[in-house]
């Protein structure tokens, strides 16, 4: 188990030097990433180090992905096991604003002695709904004395009475990250499974950046397997590693500062610069894992719209200051 300032070290080490001899370079399914995820990732609690780990191991961008998307959500709830797979549930039919979050929370007046709650609702796009353990539900505790919708974010193991996954149909790029609708029919919510909180402002508005660091981390993770395993040059592993250390500082940091999201902007376009830099070499990679990357490139420019946005805030709040 390394301490906090040895994480860093030994992350780094390991995108260079990967895994033990004997541990495996390819799988057949998410569930079995997974468990080696959960090997090589144990001597680490960092959420960051943990996507970078994951990625590390992976043998595609899919897995890459999981690894920063599960890490970012405990990185947001780290209440949450290190080794539970999680599901941050929000969308519903008419997005994820807080003015479209339907599916209702509230106090089942039956329960008298622990004073429980009862979710219902659907949420209409869960990424990983098929094997996330743990859902973390944005839902409606009613309305502020403002008149706002009450957001309130609360735990649900998927295997709770009332829980219902339906698969959709996957994406056209990494495929192998499976997305659901789930509802929930009138389940039941221990108090103590209720965060603490505003869950719009405290949960659901950061997670956005706090996600796009921890899944670039997983995608740089998934890139040094490449490096390493085809030889790319020295100076692409080099800007590769100085860009993983600049996505460890930021990592940390407070989602809603608009410096951040400013040091964001100007890293995400590194990040991106690179990838460009590097597209020679996938043509020295296997078949397969040049046609993976070809076809999961997309997952880059996902949100990149949104991004923009909240970079764009992010300069007009310094500006209001006298930036």
Same mark, same amino acid.
């Not at 390394?2 to 860093?8: A, C, R, V």
């Not at 001597?43 to 599960?70: E, H, K, M, N, S």
């Not at 947001?76 to 209702?104: D, F, N, Q």
């Not at 405290?202 to 397997?225: A, M, Q, W």
């Given at each position: 188990?390394?301490?906090?300032?040895?994480?860093?070290?030994?992350?780094?080490?390991?995108?260079?030097?990967g895994p033990p001899d004997g541990s495996p370079v390819s799988f057949d399914a998410l569930s079995a990433w997974w468990r080696c995820f959960l090997d090589a990732a144990r001597p680490f609690q960092t959420p960051i180090a943990r996507a970078l780990i994951g990625g590390r191991v992976a043998d595609r961008v899919g897995?890459?992905?999981?690894?920063?998307?599960?890490?970012?959500?405990?990185?947001?709830?780290?209440?949450?096991?290190?080794?539970?797979?999680?599901?941050?549930? @929000?969308?519903?039919?008419?997005?994820?604003?807080?003015? $479209?979050?339907?599916?209702?929370?509230?106090?089942?007046?039956?329960?008298?002695?622990?004073?429980?709650?009862?979710?219902?609702?659907?949420?209409?796009?869960?990424? #990983?709904?098929?094997?996330?353990?743990?859902? @973390?539900?944005?839902?409606? $505790?009613?309305?502020?004395?403002?008149?706002? #919708?009450?957001?309130?974010?609360?735990?649900?193991?998927?295997?709770?009475? !009332?829980?219902?996954?339906?698969?959709?149909?996957?994406?056209?790029?990494?495929?192998?990250?499976?997305?659901?609708? @789930?509802?929930f029919d009138d389940v039941q919510v221990p108090r103590e499974a209720v965060l603490p909180g505003d869950g719009y402002n405290t949960y659901v508005k950061p997670f956005r950046t706090i996600e796009d660091i921890h899944v670039f981390g997983g995608l740089l993770g998934y890139l040094s397997h490449v490096a390493v395993?085809?030889?790319?040059?020295?100076?692409?592993?080099?800007?590769?590693?100085?860009?993983?250390?600049?996505?460890?500082?930021?990592?940390?940091?407070?989602?809603?500062?608009?410096?951040?999201?400013?040091?964001?902007?100007?890293?995400?376009?590194?990040?991106?610069?690179?990838?460009?830099?590097?597209?020679?070499?996938?043509?020295?990679?296997?078949?397969?894992? $040049?046609?993976?990357? #070809?076809?999961?490139?997309?997952?880059? #420019?996902?949100? !990149?719209?949104?991004?923009?946005?909240?970079?764009?805030?992010?300069?007009?709040?310094?500006?209001?200051? !006298?930036?």
């Amino acid at each position: 188990m390394y301490d906090s300032q040895g994480e860093l070290e030994a992350a780094l080490s390991f995108m260079v030097t990967g895994p033990p001899d004997g541990s495996p370079v390819s799988f057949d399914a998410l569930s079995a990433w997974w468990r080696c995820f959960l090997d090589a990732a144990r001597p680490f609690q960092t959420p960051i180090a943990r996507a970078l780990i994951g990625g590390r191991v992976a043998d595609r961008v899919g897995y890459a992905f999981t690894a920063g998307y599960v890490s970012a959500i405990r990185r947001l709830v780290p209440t949450l096991g290190a080794e539970e797979m999680a599901a941050l549930c @929000v969308s519903e039919e008419g997005g994820a604003h807080p003015r $479209a979050i339907t599916a209702a929370l509230v106090e089942d007046e039956t329960k008298t002695d622990d004073r429980a709650f009862q979710l219902s609702g659907e949420k209409s796009f869960v990424t #990983n709904a098929d094997l996330a353990e743990i859902m @973390v539900v944005a839902a409606s $505790a009613g309305r502020t004395p403002q008149g706002k #919708n009450d957001i309130r974010v609360v735990l649900v193991g998927r295997d709770a009475p !009332g829980v219902t996954i339906i698969p959709r149909d996957p994406l056209p790029f990494v495929p192998e990250v499976a997305h659901g609708r @789930v509802r929930f029919d009138d389940v039941q919510v221990p108090r103590e499974a209720v965060l603490p909180g505003d869950g719009y402002n405290t949960y659901v508005k950061p997670f956005r950046t706090i996600e796009d660091i921890h899944v670039f981390g997983g995608l740089l993770g998934y890139l040094s397997h490449v490096a390493v395993r085809y030889h790319w040059p020295r100076d692409a592993v080099e800007e590769m590693l100085s860009l993983i250390a600049s996505v460890w500082s930021v990592a940390g940091a407070n989602a809603d500062s608009p410096a951040v999201h400013v040091a964001l902007g100007g890293l995400f376009r590194r990040v991106l610069t690179f990838l460009d830099g590097c597209e020679a070499y996938w043509k020295e990679t296997d078949e397969e894992t $040049a046609r993976r990357w #070809n076809r999961d490139r997309p997952l880059m #420019n996902i949100a !990149g719209e949104a991004r923009s946005m909240r970079l764009e805030a992010a300069w007009r709040r310094l500006e209001e200051r !006298g930036v």
